[in-house]
T-cell receptor, first 113, second 112 residues
Framework: DGGITQSPKYLFRKEGQNVTLSCEQN?????MYWYRQDPGQGLRLIYY???????QKGDIAEGYSVSREKKESFPLTVTSAQKNPTAFYLC????????????FGEGSWLTVV | AQSVTQLGSHVSVSEGALVLLRCNYS??????LFWYVQYPNQGLQLLLK??????LVKGINGFEAEFKKSETSFHLTKPSAHMSDAAEYFC??????????FGAGTRLTVKP
C-alpha cells in the first residue's frame, strides 16, 4: 500500500543527545514536510523540501536539521540545541508545495528524559 | 499571506446532535480549503477539500463543508454525531502561490 512511514513511533532521548526520526514515502511525491505538534496546539512547520537535495526552513527550524538525498526519504534530526524537544512529530508529503493535498504519516513521539 | 482561524478550541455535543465546527480563512487569492481529522496518537487524515468547484463539499464519515466567499468561511458539519467522531479537527488553507497553513484545531467531544 502507498503511504508514509515514520519510525520509531516512540523515542526517548537523554538531554544533550541528537536523535534522528525517519520518514519514508512511496507515493512518488516531490514535496515532503516535518511538523511539530505540542499537546493542545496546532501544527508548526519545521522544515520542508520541494525536491531532492533542496530544503527550506519553516517557522521553527532552530535546533533541527534535515536532509533530502532521496526522493522517498526525509529524515529529521533533533539536535541538542533544541531546548524543548519533547513533542509529537509529523512527517507529510504532497505532489507539490502549493495548493495540493498534504498526506501525513502516523507520527513519532519524542520524549526527553 | 493566508491564514485560518478556528473558532472554539473545544466543542461538545451529544450523540445524535448536529456537529458544527467553525473555520474562517484569510487569503488574497482564491483559496483551496481543507478539513483534516486527527485521532489520538495518529497522523492527520483528510476529511474533505474545496478547490473552487461546488461550494458544498462532501467528505468521508458523513461530514460536509460549505464554502462561503462572502463570509470567508468554511464550516464543517455533520447532521448526527457518533461517538466515533470524537477527535481533533483541523482546518487548513492553501493557494497556488503558498504552502498550506493550519488552524489551531478544535477538539470534538461526543457525549453519550
Amino acid at each position: 500500500d502507498g503511504g508514509i512511514t515514520q519510525s520509531p513511533k516512540y523515542l526517548f532521548r537523554k538531554e544533550g543527545q541528537n536523535v534522528t526520526l525517519s520518514c519514508e514515502q512511496n507515493l512518488n511525491h516531490d514535496a515532503m514536510y516535518w511538523y511539530r505538534q505540542d499537546p493542545g496546539q496546532g501544527l508548526r512547520l519545521i522544515y520542508y523540501s520541494q525536491i531532492v537535495n533542496d530544503f527550506q526552513k519553516g517557522d521553527i527550524a532552530e535546533g533541527y536539521s534535515v536532509s533530502r538525498e532521496k526522493k522517498e526519504s526525509f529524515p529529521l534530526t533533533v539536535t541538542s540545541a533544541q531546548k524543548n524537544p519533547t513533542a509529537f512529530y509529523l512527517c507529510a508529503s504532497s505532489i507539490g508545495v502549493s495548493g495540493n493535498t498534504i498526506y501525513f504519516g502516523e507520527g513519532s513521539w519524542l520524549t526527553v528524559v | 499571506a493566508q491564514s485560518v482561524t478556528q473558532l472554539g478550541s473545544h466543542v461538545s455535543v451529544s450523540e445524535g446532535a448536529l456537529v458544527l465546527l467553525r473555520c474562517n480563512y484569510s487569503s488574497s487569492v482564491p483559496p483551496y480549503l481543507f478539513w483534516y481529522v486527527q485521532y489520538p496518537n495518529q497522523g492527520l487524515q483528510l476529511l474533505l477539500k474545496y478547490t473552487s468547484a461546488a461550494t458544498l463539499v462532501k467528505g468521508i464519515n458523513g461530514f460536509e463543508a460549505e464554502f462561503k466567499k462572502s463570509e470567508t468561511s468554511f464550516h464543517l458539519t455533520k447532521p448526527s454525531a457518533h461517538m466515533s467522531d470524537a477527535a481533533e479537527y483541523f482546518c487548513a488553507v492553501s493557494d497556488p502561490n503558498n504552502d498550506m497553513r493550519f488552524g489551531a484545531g478544535t477538539r470534538l467531544t461526543v457525549k453519550p
